[in-house]
Structure formats: C-alpha cells, structure tokens
C-alpha cells in the first residue's frame, strides 16, 4: 500500500507518484518562468531547487509579486521532534535557511512537541529532550540571529491554544477525516492538532493586526495541513500562505525517503566517521556492475545516491559539473564517487557540530515570545 500523508509514508516513491500527488493536492510544478523569477532576487539557484528536489509550489508566484510591490513576507516552517535529526531531516532547512538569507525575511520555525506526543508512542520526556536536540540541530545550520524563533508548542502553549480555537472552529471532523485519513479511534487531540500546526501561518498577521504574507517550506507529506489552512484562513480575515514543497531525499538504498525507520539507511548526524563510511560505500551506486563496463558507458547519475547526496552539499558548482562529467561518461569509477562524497558529508557534518557546539548557550534568544515579536515588528 502506497500512503504519504503526515503520519505514513510507505512503498516506493518514484517521479509518477509526485506527479499523482501534485495533481491530487492541487499544487503546481515549479516551472522555468518561476525560477527566473526567483533568480531575478537570489541571483544564484539553490541545488535544491535547480535539482528539483523544491519542485512544487502553491502561489509562490503571487508573493514573489506582491514582495516586488514592496509587500514584506516571512517563512514558517517545522519539525516534529520525535526522534534524533538525519540528512533528509536537515533538508528543508538547509533550504530554508537559504531562502531567508536571500530575502532577508522573519523566520518562524514550529517545533511539534505536543503532535509527537499525541501521535507516537513517546512521554512528555521524551519529545522534550528530542524538542531541544533538534532545535540545537537546527540552529547548527546558522540562520539569522534576531529574525529566527522557533514556536515550541508546549511552551508557547497560551497563544498557540488560543488562536488555535478560532481556526478549529471552522474545522469539522468530517473535513480532518478526509483530509489526513483520521477515524473515529484516533484520539481527540490528533484530531485537533491540525489547529495548532495552522497557527503560525497567520500568528503575525494577528499580532500585527494587518495582513503579512507567509511562505511555508516543506517536505509533500505535509500538504494536508497547509491544504486545510488555505481552506479556513480567509474565513478568520487572514491572508492564505502560500507554499514551496520538496520531495524527500534518497534513502540510501535508492527508494522511498530517508526514513527514521530504516536506521542504517540514512545519515545521522551523530554518526560517527565509521558509520558514515559505511552507509555510504553501501549506497545505491549508478554505476556499471564491472570497471570495464563503467569505462565503457559511465555511470547513470539520475540513481546513483552518492551523487545525488554530493551535489546537494557541495557548494562549488564547478566541482559538481565536472564530477558530473566525469562520472557520467566512465572516468571516474563509481568507488571514487563514494569517497568524494563521503568527504564532503563528514565536512559539512563537522560544520554542524561546531556551530552546534557555540549556539549551545544562545538558544533562548531563538524562542518566540508574543511581547518580544510585537515589539521588533511594530518598529
Ligand atoms: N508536523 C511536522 C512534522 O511532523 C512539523 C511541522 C510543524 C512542520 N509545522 C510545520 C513542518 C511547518 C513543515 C512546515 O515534522
């Protein structure tokens, strides 16, 4: 059974399937008059949106439009803290961070300890100790100080709860049925859950008491939530967010997405040198079966893993085209993309874990705080 919604995503995943999905969801691909539009402010494309790993998109053009005009947007974006942080977790943030670099914008970023509590078999210990692990992880990857706060759901419980009635208002349980697949023996609080996970979509809008734009980066399984919250907002006076969403990353093995599940497929970032190596060098390679057939008809980059993983990470777009020319025609063998790669993860894991090591103490300059936000942005 093929299923990806927030709280499964089973079976191989292919291109038809994101297609399916697209169609389904009502989302549009990222076409090349989007990315020029894009371009015209970053200048430069992000590998992961040049890559088509962002591939879709629901009004990223209107906000792009309205920013031109001089209409001002902020990003929201989140993680559900239900375990240790790996490569594919890092992704949307990766991105994230580059977005809001270019655009110079607010970031609010919602860390789900209640939704992981409601829906895994997790304590409230648990989810907490995850909830400040991750938020480390993700700071390791250095957004901007002053202009990114995480809304931690337990802590920021008051606000969240209290916008989160206004949106659960207009919310049947017929609609959260069909939309996230939800029955009548789920329990009550992942039933309304999707009202909490809406709310930093229009926080600011409300703290503000005017419309302010909101660009919502995130993995496909997540489009049920954001579906809904474009269905209610204009009912409670707030502007729809718009979305850019991604596909999930390779699992190691060349299928589905690097899930938590599948331990040994995916890069953690607290896997040590050994570990890394060893995923790695055990990837799905694209390469021929013997040396003389590499030699002879190169390697097919589109499933070789390794490569998909390096040319996400690596920074320096020559390098990446000439180890794609390179590897595609049979000079490099498929053993010497796995090294390249594994050099260039084990980098940028060590850049993590030094930037981790410094935001250690600074953390609670990146929580959200309602009097702290009003008084930055009303000036
Ligand atoms: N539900 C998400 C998860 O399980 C976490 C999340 C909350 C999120 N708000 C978001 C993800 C906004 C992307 C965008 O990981």
């Known amino acids: 059974m093929k299923a990806i919604n927030p709280f499964e995503v089973?079976?191989?995943?292919?291109?038809?399937?994101y297609i399916k999905l697209?169609?389904?969801?009502?989302?549009?691909?990222?076409?090349?008059?989007?990315?020029?539009?894009?371009?015209?402010?970053?200048?430069?494309?992000?590998?992961?949106?040049?890559?088509?790993?962002?591939f879709a998109h629901r009004d990223l053009d209107?906000?792009?439009?309205?920013?031109?005009?001089?209409?001002?947007?902020?990003?929201?974006?989140?993680?559900?803290?239900?375990?240790?942080?790996?490569?594919?977790?890092?992704?949307?943030?990766?991105?994230?961070?580059?977005?809001?670099?270019?655009?110079?914008?607010?970031l609010l970023i919602q860390i789900t300890d209640d939704e992981k509590f409601l829906t895994k078999n997790l304590t409230e210990d648990q989810v907490s100790f995850y909830a400040k692990q991750n938020m480390l992880d993700i700071?390791?990857?250095?957004?901007?100080?002053?202009?990114?706060?995480?809304?931690?759901?337990?802590?920021?419980?008051?606000?969240?709860?209290?916008?989160a009635i206004?949106?659960?208002?207009?919310?049947?349980?017929?609609?959260?049925?069909?939309?996230?697949?939800?029955?009548?023996?789920?329990?009550?609080?992942?039933?309304?859950?999707?009202?909490?996970?809406?709310?930093?979509?229009?926080?600011?809008?409300?703290?503000?008491?005017?419309?302010?734009?909101?660009?919502?980066?995130?993995?496909?399984?997540?489009?049920?939530?954001?579906?809904?919250?474009?269905?209610?907002?204009?009912?409670l006076g707030y502007p729809k967010p718009a979305s850019i969403v991604s596909k999930f990353l390779p699992s190691l093995i060349g299928e589905g997405k690097m899930s938590s599940s599948k331990k040994d497929t995916s890069i953690y970032l607290n896997d040590s040198e050994a570990e890394v190596r060893?995923?790695?060098?055990?990837?799905?390679?694209?390469g021929?079966?013997?040396?003389?057939?590499?030699?002879?008809?190169?390697?097919?980059?589109?499933?070789?893993?390794?490569?998909?993983?390096?040319r996400i990470l690596e920074e320096d777009r020559e390098k990446v085209e000439k180890v794609k020319e390179e590897y595609s025609s049979g000079k490099m063998l498929s053993g010497e993309m796995k090294e390249i790669t594994y050099r260039k993860v084990i980098q940028f894991l060590d850049e993590l874990k030094e930037r981790r090591e410094k935001i250690k103490d600074e953390i609670e300059e990146y929580?959200?705080?309602e009097e702290k936000i009003k008084k930055m942005l009303l000036i």
């Open 10 to 17: 089973n079976g191989e995943i292919n291109e038809d399937i």
């Open 22 to 54: 697209v169609r389904d969801f009502g989302l549009k691909i990222i076409d090349t008059n989007l990315l020029n539009k894009i371009k015209q402010h970053t200048k430069e494309l992000h590998p992961l949106i040049e890559y088509g790993i962002f």
């Open 62 to 106: 209107l906000i792009l439009s309205e920013y031109e005009n001089g209409k001002p947007f902020y990003l929201y974006t989140g993680r559900g803290p239900s375990g240790e942080m790996h490569l594919g977790h890092l992704i949307p943030f990766y991105f994230t961070k580059w977005l809001q670099e270019k655009f110079n914008v607010y």
């Open 139 to 163: 700071l390791s990857l250095g957004f901007i100080k002053g202009k990114t706060f995480f809304i931690l759901d337990s802590r920021n419980a008051k606000i969240l709860y209290n916008l």
């Open 166 to 235: 206004k949106f659960s208002k207009h919310v049947t349980f017929s609609q959260v049925r069909s939309t996230f697949g939800m029955n009548e023996s789920d329990n009550i609080g992942k039933i309304f859950f999707p009202s909490i996970q809406a709310v930093p979509s229009f926080i600011l809008s409300y703290l503000l008491n005017k419309p302010i734009n909101c660009l919502i980066p995130y993995a496909i399984d997540q489009d049920d939530y954001f579906r809904l919250t474009r269905d209610v907002l204009p009912k």
């Open 278 to 286: 060893k995923k790695i060098f055990s990837a799905f390679s694209g």
């Open 288 to 310: 021929r079966d013997t040396k003389e057939e590499q030699i002879k008809y190169g390697a097919d980059l589109s499933k070789d893993v390794p490569f998909q993983i390096y």
């Open 367 to 369: 929580m959200f705080d």
